[in-house]
């Protein structure tokens, strides 16, 4: 059921989405050298590493890590890329994950593949056997805000209390907090 709803969902999102798509990928060309996307190793489910794309809004020459850690994080975005990760655009690349059934609309984002303590933990707790998300219940309380061991305690509360209509509450919040930009800190 879940997969039918990423599905249908993904389908539809891409053909609305199309040209604007576009529009962004040409303001990332434009606007620093480098391609339009930044794919990066995640960690999907069951541990398996895949290729994850992003609208690129940080430079090329920034350090594969998660951008929490980065001294500066603002120093390293390009010109597109402040507007793009507030309005949460440079995750639309990631509708391709979705339609591969490497994602899913909702679920635990996906750690890096250098974010060890992040998997463990997941892994510890069972959650690595979900499907990584678009969003998340973590997202939807607290985003860039939160402390990692908040964030794993959401994502095991997502894992024990996964339904269709919890799915459809994180969509919702989801789209209140992107309108509002609620919870990003670079």
């Known amino acids: 059921m879940k997969r039918c709803m990423d599905l249908s969902l993904c389908l539809v999102a891409a053909w609305i989405l199309l040209v604007p798509c576009v529009f962004i990928a040409l303001a990332v060309r434009l606007g620093s050298p480098g391609p339009a996307l930044y794919w990066s190793d995640r960690v999907g489910r069951h541990n398996k590493i895949f290729r994850m794309p992003k609208f690129r809004s940080m430079r090329i020459d920034t350090p594969t890590v998660a951008t929490h850690l980065l001294e500066d994080p603002k120093a390293w975005l390009t010109p597109a890329g402040e507007f793009l990760r507030k309005s949460s655009l440079d995750e639309l690349p990631q509708l391709w994950c979705i339609l591969l059934g490497e994602m899913s609309f909702v679920g635990p984002r996906p750690a890096l593949y250098n974010q ?41 509360h997502y894992l024990t209390h996964q339904s269709l209509l919890l799915d459809l509450k994180i969509l919702l919040a989801t789209f209140v907090k992107v309108l509002r930009r609620d919870g990003i800190s670079h």
Do not use: M, S
């Open 116 to 156: 060890h303590d992040l998997i463990e933990a997941r892994t510890y707790l069972g959650i690595h056997t979900l499907r990584p998300g678009l969003t998340g219940w973590a997202q939807v309380n607290g985003r860039d805000e939160l402390p990692q061991e908040t964030k794993v305690a959401l994502d095991k």
